[in-house]
């Protein structure tokens, strides 16, 4: 149920000054849902209530809000009231009132109008007060949250349609082994779903011990056990790892104790015997690993002794490595994604000092690269997932603070796009998985504090 008031008057005392503000008050509140006719405007619940709220301006950077006091959920500052953000802090902030000014944003007062999306028609007077049975749908919803806290975590997508989380870094308890129990805990690791159905954990490291790890284990999803195999010829973190046509696994890279690794090996599910292959070119962890319509593997950038903008390709029918073209700008924490018409979308990451919101595509037919256009956000440690509809969604990272800003690249048009609606926690280093109905699921990572809130789109 949402309720539009018209024509409220919202009165704030602060100090000896009283003054007024034209707003809008809703009842039945949905954070963040359409509630104005200026598509930037959303609903915010009000402290203490989850079905009352204001309309206001949703486009504020979240760096400009403070908290509210927490002994009485009021604002220090001077016009300014106290709302619930979650997509920008778990506590309540303090929200300026022009941000709910009905000159920023109008309420929706169109006659006998069927909001986009939407299969109710909605009609709303200067004098009445309307209420309707729906309102527009979110694109962004909460699920049912994790058990633990989590970033540097990995989700792997099963094939009854389950979502397998592993490990991570679960803050001053260190890192978690917790999923029915891992033999070993583990961040910086791979996960990997084999032919057989059951998955792959390779390497990473014990933030609690700070043991590099060279051990693997194996998930049963029919049986939800773990069992120890044998360990990988190399101690590796932050390495990658994929499953190649012939079903062996490929990992490639890492960081250990002893150095950086350019030490290639392969993982073959039917023997559970480990053999290596040929080493890459450059040594190299943060990297990226693709496998392409072609069969071949695009390792691309990371972090050597230096940025890397190399890329070098794997032939698994010779078990050697080439270099290919150089990606235009060095980056590591990037993301690459394997597009419907074969090229791989490369974006994001940190480069020596600096935010990255350039993307690059590369063609495997001529094994070179074309700059894209830039992203609308610069970001690192962001996901990027390929949507049923060839679409590339962004979602979350790093940049000049902690994003939950969203945008998609259409590779039929070379154009990223933006939406108002925002993802309800800023995250970073999270997961996300495309799920069987299409939908995208987020988990975990950092935002102002350790989530294990998840969200789907």
């Given at each position: 149920?949402?309720?539009?008031?018209?024509?409220?008057?919202?009165?704030?005392?602060?100090?000896?000054?009283?003054?007024?503000?034209?707003?809008?008050?809703?009842?039945?509140?949905?954070?963040?849902?359409?509630?104005?006719?200026?598509?930037?405007?959303?609903?915010?619940?009000?402290?203490?209530?989850?079905?009352?709220?204001?309309?206001?301006?949703?486009?504020?950077?979240?760096?400009?809000?403070?908290?509210?006091?927490?002994?009485?959920?009021?604002?220090?500052?001077?016009?300014?009231?106290?709302?619930?953000?979650?997509?920008?802090?778990?506590?309540?902030?303090?929200?300026?009132?022009?941000?709910?000014?009905?000159?920023?944003?109008?309420?929706?007062?169109?006659?006998?109008?069927?909001?986009?999306?939407?299969?109710?028609?909605?009609?709303?007077?200067?004098?009445?007060?309307?209420?309707?049975?729906?309102?527009?749908?979110?694109?962004?919803?909460?699920?049912?949250?994790?058990?633990?806290?989590?970033?540097?975590?990995?989700?792997?997508?099963?094939?009854?349609?389950?979502?397998?989380?592993?490990?991570?870094?679960?803050?001053?308890?260190?890192?978690?082994?917790?999923?029915?129990?891992?033999?070993?805990?583990?961040?910086?690791?791979?996960?990997?779903?084999?032919?057989?159905?059951?998955?792959?954990?390779?390497?990473?490291?014990?933030?609690?011990?700070?043991?590099?790890?060279?051990?693997?284990?194996?998930?049963?999803?029919?049986?939800?056990?773990?069992?120890?195999?044998?360990?990988?010829?190399?101690?590796?973190?932050?390495?990658?790892?994929?499953?190649?046509?012939?079903?062996?696994?490929?990992?490639?890279?890492?960081?250990?104790?002893?150095?950086?690794?350019?030490?290639?090996?392969?993982?073959?599910?039917?023997?559970?015997?480990?053999?290596?292959?040929?080493?890459?070119?450059?040594?190299?962890?943060?990297?990226t690993e693709t496998v392409l319509l072609n069969g071949k593997v695009l390792v691309t950038g990371g972090l050597s002794k230096n940025y890397l903008k190399s890329a070098e390709l794997y032939d698994p029918t010779t078990g050697t490595w080439t270099m290919t073209g150089s990606m235009n700008q060095a980056r590591h924490y990037h993301t690459a994604s394997?597009?419907?018409?074969?090229?791989?979308?490369?974006?994001?990451?940190?480069?020596?000092?600096?935010?990255?919101?350039?993307?690059?595509?590369?063609?495997?037919?001529?094994?070179?690269?074309?700059?894209?256009?830039?992203?609308?956000?610069?970001?690192?440690?962001?996901?990027?997932?390929?949507?049923?509809?060839?679409?590339?969604?962004?979602?979350?990272?790093?940049?000049?603070?902690?994003?939950?800003?969203?945008?998609?690249?259409?590779?039929?048009?070379?154009?990223?796009?933006?939406?108002?609606?925002?993802?309800?926690?800023?995250?970073?280093?999270?997961?996300?998985?495309?799920?069987?109905?299409?939908?995208?699921?987020?988990?975990?990572?950092?935002?102002?504090?350790?989530?294990?809130?998840?969200?789907?789109?």
């Open positions: 149920m949402v309720s539009i008031a018209n024509r409220c008057f919202l009165f704030l005392i602060f100090s000896l000054s009283i003054f007024s503000v034209h707003c809008y008050i809703c009842d039945g509140t949905v954070p963040y849902d359409r509630c104005s006719t200026n598509t930037a405007c959303g609903g915010f619940n009000m402290v203490g209530s989850d079905n009352v709220g204001v309309c206001g301006f949703l486009w504020m950077s979240c760096s400009q809000y403070d908290l509210c006091d927490s002994s009485s959920n009021t604002c220090n500052k001077p016009e300014h009231i106290c709302v619930q953000h979650p997509r920008c802090h778990p506590d309540p902030v303090c929200l300026p009132v022009t941000m709910i000014d009905q000159r920023i944003c109008p309420p929706l007062k169109a006659l006998n109008t069927v909001l986009p999306n939407t299969t109710t028609i909605v009609t709303i007077t200067e004098t009445t007060t309307i209420t309707t049975t729906t309102a527009e749908p979110r694109n962004w919803y909460n699920t049912g949250s994790m058990n633990f806290s989590r970033q540097n975590h990995v989700a792997t997508l099963l094939r009854d349609g389950q979502v397998l989380v592993t490990g991570g870094n679960i803050g001053t308890l260190g890192t978690t082994n917790k999923v029915e129990l891992m033999q070993q805990s583990r961040e910086g690791h791979t996960s990997s779903l084999l032919p057989n159905n059951k998955v792959l954990i390779t390497g990473g490291k014990s933030t609690s011990s700070s043991i590099d790890s060279s051990s693997a284990e194996l998930y049963n999803p029919q049986t939800k056990t773990w069992s120890n195999i044998d360990s990988m010829k190399y101690i590796r973190q932050y390495h990658t790892a994929s499953v190649l046509t012939n079903g062996k696994v490929l990992v490639t890279g890492g960081y250990s104790s002893a150095g950086i690794q350019n030490a290639a090996e392969l993982y073959d599910p039917y023997t559970d015997i480990w053999t290596t292959t040929g080493s890459m070119n450059q040594s190299r962890y943060y990297h394997l597009l419907k018409n074969g090229k791989v979308l490369i974006t994001g990451g940190w480069d020596s000092g600096n935010y990255l919101n350039s993307a690059e595509l590369y063609d495997p037919s001529t094994e070179t690269w074309v700059n894209a256009d830039n992203m609308h956000y610069a970001r690192s440690r962001h996901a990027a997932s390929v949507l049923p509809n060839g679409q590339v969604v962004v979602t979350g990272g790093i940049g000049s603070e902690t994003l939950n800003r969203v945008e998609f690249y259409d590779p039929s048009t070379g154009i990223w796009t933006t939406t108002y609606e925002r993802m309800n926690y800023a995250r970073h280093s999270h997961t996300a998985t495309l799920l069987d109905n299409g939908k995208l699921l987020l988990a975990g990572g950092t935002g102002t504090v350790l989530l294990k809130s998840a969200e789907l789109y």
